[in-house]
């Protein structure tokens, strides 16, 4: 009986395939390290992953466990190069690292991705980023199976070059520290991108101990609901986040000029009406994004930086402003008008009586992308259905979202008596370029920044100036720096505050505080941390802790 003879590869083949499976094990354990420092450079290492890797399949004499082992090397290759793309956009975006045990945010991520650039793009690209990470796996373990059975083809020549290797990454990682050899030709980047998240995670625990401590050691939790803010009785009290409005929208190069004027036409136009303002800057324990955590740190007083403190704080008793007022006798409402979906943490921990959010509001009008109804609206909205027919004063937080990432496209300012169910805005083009056009160049970026946060501040100057209320106190302020692409490399978390009344006596129980009078901050103006706010307001409004 005839055989079919042996298939043979033809050399320059099994040539380009080792080639191939070289480089492989060269690049793709590297590529963390090329992310984290942005330089292509990086890529150009003996990488510590693959050697072990080699080493270990060389002392393997079962197939299956060599297949088992190379396999595993490819998912810690996969891992360390998701961890590291996951860790870069943070950076990029929020200005600080990514903590696994935050990994919910991801999905807030790819949401506003979506408002951005449209669900069907964002589902593309992020199908398309799965199937990357998924082919670094995979291509990284074929290739040291690959390299590791030509190895063992070549007998001695091929352990004897196993060994070279290996003997000149030890070498190269001795001698670059003494001689401070800025670019070590030995690396370690994928063990370190999955190192860093695995101190990081540990670090996020610690943290969440210490704050479990500072939770419980709250000086107003049991003060009287009688006691608590008295000089604040029978004034309705609005606490307004603005959107990404941070330092750079007063200070920023080409941003700043547009938001002064608004900023002082707003201190003439309140002065006309009777308002005093005061302002300072709060410090925020976020960057870019997230806004969340700067609204829990500002009620609750405790510095909440990370999603994993916020979910450890909002499970707990700890006394938040709004709670607090609850307590004092105040109707409490939520206005969040690009929440979609019920928010169970505004009732079981803010304690809120009423939730507003973006399905319930009456609007009739165009999507404004990830801000889909204009702050003008929320604000007449709010005027009409709650300060107008409350039957008590009322605490209010109202997140104003215009100024939201990505900054397009934005909806004009209208007469405030022609807002209606906002079809107005049906007939109105959107000021600028859509955000797929926006995105392209980052000096369009920051254009469209400034002119949202103008759009923003003018919405709010237009409910001060048309809502007929004595008794009304307000404050205003960001809730981060909008992402470094608009706020530069290094900058600052500092966010602008604002606080606005007619009744003197609002403004003289803040007097030591030494804030600057108008509604914009001087550059002597104090800065404090954000989670200092909340102890401070109690003190100076009446809760003596």
Same mark, same amino acid.
């Not at 009688?226 to 409005?245: H, I, M, P, R």
């Not at 003439?268 to 303002?277: F, H, M, N």
């Not at 609007?363 to 107008?388: C, E, M, N």
């Given at each position: 009986?005839?055989?079919? =003879?042996?298939?043979?590869?033809?050399?320059?083949?099994?040539?380009?395939?080792?080639?191939?499976?070289?480089?492989?094990?060269?690049?793709?354990?590297?590529?963390?390290?090329?992310?984290?420092?942005?330089?292509?450079?990086?890529?150009?290492?003996?990488?510590?992953?693959?050697?072990?890797?080699?080493?270990?399949?060389?002392?393997?004499?079962?197939?299956?466990?060599?297949?088992?082992?190379?396999?595993?090397?490819?998912?810690?290759?996969?891992?360390?190069?998701?961890?590291?793309?996951?860790?870069?956009?943070?950076?990029?975006?929020?200005?600080?690292?990514?903590?696994?045990?935050?990994?919910?945010?991801?999905?807030?991520?790819?949401?506003?991705?979506?408002?951005?650039?449209?669900?069907?793009?964002?589902?593309?690209?992020?199908?398309?980023?799965?199937?990357?990470?998924?082919?670094?796996?995979?291509?990284?373990?074929?290739?040291?199976?690959?390299?590791?059975?030509?190895?063992?083809?070549?007998?001695?020549?091929?352990?004897?070059?196993?060994?070279?290797?290996?003997?000149?990454?030890?070498?190269?990682?001795?001698?670059?520290?003494?001689?401070?050899?800025?670019?070590?030709?030995?690396?370690?980047?994928?063990?370190?991108?999955?190192?860093?998240?695995?101190?990081?995670?540990?670090?996020?625990?610690?943290?969440?101990?210490?704050?479990?401590?500072?939770?419980?050691?709250?000086?107003?939790?049991?003060?009287?609901?009688?006691?608590?803010?008295?000089?604040?009785?029978?004034?309705?009290?609005?606490?307004?986040?603005?959107?990404?409005?941070?330092?750079?929208?007063?200070?920023?190069?080409?941003?700043?000029?547009?938001?002064?004027?608004?900023?002082?036409?707003?201190?003439?136009?309140?002065?006309?009406?009777?308002?005093?303002?005061?302002?300072?800057?709060?410090?925020? =324990?976020?960057?870019?994004?997230?806004?969340?955590?700067?609204?829990?740190?500002?009620?609750?007083?405790?510095?909440?930086?990370?999603?994993?403190?916020?979910?450890?704080?909002?499970?707990?008793?700890?006394?938040?402003?709004?709670?607090?007022?609850?307590?004092?006798?105040?109707?409490?409402?939520?206005?969040?008008?690009?929440?979609?979906?019920?928010?169970?943490?505004?009732?079981?921990?803010?304690?809120?009586?009423?939730?507003?959010?973006?399905?319930?509001?009456?609007?009739?009008?165009?999507?404004?992308?990830?801000?889909?109804?204009?702050?003008?609206?929320?604000?007449?909205?709010?005027?009409?259905?709650?300060?107008?027919?409350?039957?008590?004063?009322?605490?209010?937080?109202?997140?104003?979202?215009?100024?939201?990432?990505?900054?397009?496209?934005?909806?004009?300012?209208?007469?405030?008596?022609?807002?209606?169910?906002?079809?107005?805005?049906?007939?109105?083009?959107?000021?600028?370029?859509?955000?797929?056009?926006?995105?392209?160049?980052?000096?369009?970026?920051?254009?469209?920044?400034?002119?949202?946060?103008?759009?923003?501040?003018?919405?709010?100057?237009?409910?001060?100036?048309?809502?007929?209320?004595?008794?009304?106190?307000?404050?205003?302020? !960001?809730?981060?720096?909008?992402?470094?692409?608009?706020? !530069?490399?290094?900058?600052?978390?500092?966010?602008?505050?604002?606080?606005?009344?007619?009744?003197?006596?609002?403004?003289?129980?803040?007097?030591?505080?030494?804030?600057?009078?108008?509604?914009? =901050?001087?550059?002597?103006?104090?800065?404090?941390?954000?989670?200092?706010?909340?102890?401070?307001?109690?003190?100076?409004?009446?809760?003596?802790?």
């Amino acid at each position: 009986m005839s055989t079919m =003879p042996a298939r043979v590869v033809p050399l320059w083949r099994r040539r380009f395939a080792l080639g191939g499976a070289i480089a492989a094990l060269v690049v793709l354990p590297l590529i963390p390290g090329a992310l984290a420092t942005g330089s292509v450079a990086d890529l150009v290492r003996i990488p510590v992953e693959s050697i072990v890797a080699l080493l270990v399949l060389a002392l393997i004499p079962w197939r299956m466990l060599r297949f088992a082992v190379a396999t595993a090397f490819g998912v810690f290759v996969s891992v360390a190069v998701l961890l590291a793309s996951i860790d870069r956009g943070y950076e990029a975006a929020l200005g600080t690292h990514f903590v696994p045990l935050d990994w919910l945010q991801l999905g807030d991520a790819y949401g506003v991705v979506a408002s951005s650039i449209g669900p069907t793009l964002a589902t593309a690209l992020f199908a398309a980023a799965v199937a990357l990470i998924v082919a670094v796996g995979v291509v990284a373990g074929w290739a040291a199976l690959y390299v590791d059975a030509t190895l063992r083809r070549r007998g001695d020549r091929g352990r004897t070059a196993l060994a070279a290797v290996t003997a000149a990454w030890i070498v190269m990682a001795a001698v670059a520290p003494p001689l401070r050899i800025a670019d070590p030709v030995a690396a370690a980047a994928s063990a370190s991108s999955v190192g860093s998240a695995v101190t990081r995670t540990v670090s996020a625990l610690e943290t969440r101990a210490r704050v479990a401590r500072e939770v419980a050691d709250d000086p107003f939790a049991d003060v009287p609901a009688a006691d608590l803010l008295t000089v604040l009785q029978g004034k309705d009290v609005l606490f307004v986040f603005v959107e990404s409005y941070g330092r750079v929208a007063l200070e920023g190069d080409g941003i700043a000029d547009g938001v002064d004027e608004v900023l002082r036409g707003g201190d003439e136009s309140l002065a006309a009406d009777g308002y005093t303002a005061r302002s300072a800057w709060m410090t925020s =324990p976020t960057f870019g994004g997230v806004s969340w955590l700067a609204h829990a740190t500002l009620q609750t007083g405790v510095w909440v930086d990370a999603q994993g403190v916020y979910d450890l704080v909002t499970q707990t008793d700890r006394l938040t402003l709004s709670a607090a007022f609850g307590r004092a006798g105040w109707r409490t409402v939520s206005d969040v008008p690009s929440n979609r979906r019920p928010w169970e943490v505004g009732s079981t921990f803010y304690r809120y009586d009423t939730l507003l959010d973006a399905t319930g509001v009456g609007y009739r009008g165009p999507s404004f992308g990830y801000a889909r109804i204009p702050d003008q609206y929320t604000l007449k909205h709010f005027a009409d259905q709650v300060l107008a027919t409350s039957d008590r004063p009322v605490m209010a937080e109202i997140d104003l979202v215009s100024s939201h990432t990505p900054w397009a496209p934005l909806p004009e300012l209208v007469p405030w008596a022609d807002v209606g169910d906002g079809s107005i805005y049906d007939d109105q083009p959107a000021q600028g370029q859509q955000a797929s056009e926006v995105w392209k160049d980052p000096e369009t970026v920051r254009r469209s920044y400034g002119r949202s946060v103008e759009y923003t501040l003018g919405s709010m100057l237009s409910f001060l100036e048309n809502v007929d209320d004595p008794n009304l106190v307000v404050v205003m302020l !960001g809730d981060h720096q909008p992402a470094s692409i608009v706020s !530069g490399e290094h900058a600052s978390r500092d966010v602008p505050i604002s606080v606005i009344a007619k009744d003197p006596a609002v403004l003289d129980a803040i007097a030591d505080w030494n804030w600057t009078p108008g509604l914009r =901050p001087s550059e002597a103006s104090p800065v404090w941390r954000m989670d200092a706010f909340r102890d401070r307001f109690f003190t100076a409004y009446g809760a003596a802790g």
